[in-house]
């Protein structure tokens, strides 16, 4: 049963404030002065770094965690969701950051044991909206709640607005999306019998994929749901312009993305490899300007994404991305090969721009002419970050290395969230490495 608490205001629970204290300000907190660079390069393959007329505008560090989601409302700013180490267990955290990056305030969701924030909204407003998991009895902002998976909502301030409560042993939240209109929508998957608030609904197979959307003050608007007998589960979720949601995923070993449409599946598609042994999946779902769907992901060898066949390189599982018209018609897909341990892990797209985020070493062929080049110190094996962006056609603009240094200059790094500002700016967030420690950041791209 889905309950929900509307409340008019809050501040951070006081029993959060020593975690808030240790995540707000403390080492690794916003440091413009660390070694770190951002190679930026516009889509000229002999002049890979070479600024290409973008402002590399910000980058923050805050502390020792996972970086799990961002977003970024109508005034630029900027919400991290992750989880951070606390006491022996893990914390679900979001910092709030200014346009610039400097940190606004921190947000602690902690109970005794493991909790997660695994991922964050902002609506034009400025209200953030957060979907995790709190292990234990935990107070979100409006009260003390049991053991449950959760979204709840902050305003721009980081005052408690509303929580929903869902089935904490049956369901799996994975990602959450607003739209223009206020209302939330979430997605992951579930199994049994679980009443997400319009009726008791019962899987089909081991894990269905569900999507839950709420109005903009908590309320149960609608469930929709899909399964076979198999395992299907979301990944992300986007809302097109006309209403209809995106959610990409996995269907067993496979790539999966259903449109939703009034409560319905209205078409899904999967991807998988010819071998029939690997592992495809959508990792990141988007709307473009054009009212296309684009995803991102991994697949293997022989997979046809409508275009025909690909082939794929290193790993159990290269980078794609893929565009589809309104009615599920296959437009481009282009494969990111060369780079070995290569990942896309979340796509965002406004207007004629479509930008993806990941990883990869070496050299990572973006299109039939750009290629995007790691920055490796002799003898070290080291992974970047990658931000990059594509037109609706699927040519690549400009793309961005992202390279953060520790003391040693070998960090690893790796991004696996983006957010588009109105203004354009491209917003990323992940992980760097500070002598094998996994450290949250953010960084901005103004093109």
Request: aromatic share 8%; charged share 20%.
């Amino acid at each position: 049963m889905v309950h929900g608490r509307v409340a008019t205001a809050s501040s951070v629970p006081a029993l959060f404030g020593a975690l808030v204290a240790a995540c707000s300000g403390g080492p690794g907190s916003n440091a413009p002065g660390s070694d770190a660079s951002v190679a930026v390069d516009a889509g000229d393959p002999d002049d890979a770094g070479g600024g290409g007329g973008l402002d590399t505008s910000w980058r923050a560090r805050m502390r020792e965690g996972r970086a799990t989601g961002v977003a970024v409302d109508g005034a630029g700013r900027v919400a991290v969701s992750g989880t951070v180490p606390w006491l022996g267990m893990e914390a679900g955290m979001v910092f709030a950051l200014d346009a610039a990056g400097v940190e606004r305030w921190p947000l602690a969701i902690d109970s005794e044991f493991d909790d997660e924030a695994v991922g964050i909204a902002a609506d034009a407003a400025g209200n953030v909206y957060v979907a995790g998991v709190v292990t234990a009895a935990a107070d979100l902002g409006g009260g003390v709640r049991p053991a449950t998976r959760f979204v709840a909502s902050y305003d721009s301030e980081g005052g408690f607005r509303w929580d929903v409560l869902l089935s904490w042993i049956r369901v799996d939240l994975r990602a959450i999306a607003v739209d223009p209109g206020g209302r939330v929508v979430v997605a992951g998957c579930w199994s049994g019998a679980v009443d997400f608030g319009g009726g008791e609904r019962t899987s089909a197979g081991d894990d269905d994929l569900f999507v839950l959307v709420l109005d903009a003050g908590g309320g149960y608007v609608e469930d929709a749901l899909y399964g076979t007998a198999g395992r299907e589960c979301a990944n992300a979720v986007a809302v097109a312009a006309d209403g209809a949601i995106y959610v990409g995923g996995i269907a067993g070993n496979d790539a999966l993305v259903v449109r939703f449409e009034d409560g319905a599946p209205a078409w899904q598609k999967t991807f998988a490899g010819s071998s029939g042994s690997g592992i495809e999946e959508v990792a990141g779902v988007a709307v473009d300007g054009a009212g296309a769907v684009v995803v991102a992901g991994r697949f293997t060898a022989g997979t046809d994404f409508g275009g025909g066949p690909r082939d794929a390189g290193f790993g159990p599982g290269d980078p794609f991305l893929a565009r589809f018209d309104a009615v599920g018609a296959w437009q481009w897909d282009r494969v990111l090969s060369g780079g070995e341990g290569a990942r896309l892990d979340a796509v965002a797209a406004q207007g004629d721009s479509i930008v993806a985020v990941g990883s990869f070493s070496g050299r990572l062929r973006l299109d039939d002419e750009v290629e995007a080049v790691s920055v490796l110190l002799a003898g070290a094996d080291r992974v970047d970050g990658l931000v990059a962006a594509w037109d609706l056609d699927g040519a690549s603009r400009w793309h961005a290395v992202v390279d953060e240094q520790d003391a040693s200059g070998s960090a690893d790094d790796a991004l696996g969230a983006v957010a588009i500002a109105d203004d354009g700016n491209v917003v990323f967030a992940g992980n760097t490495h500070s002598a094998g420690i996994p450290i949250v950041f953010a960084g901005g791209v103004r093109p």
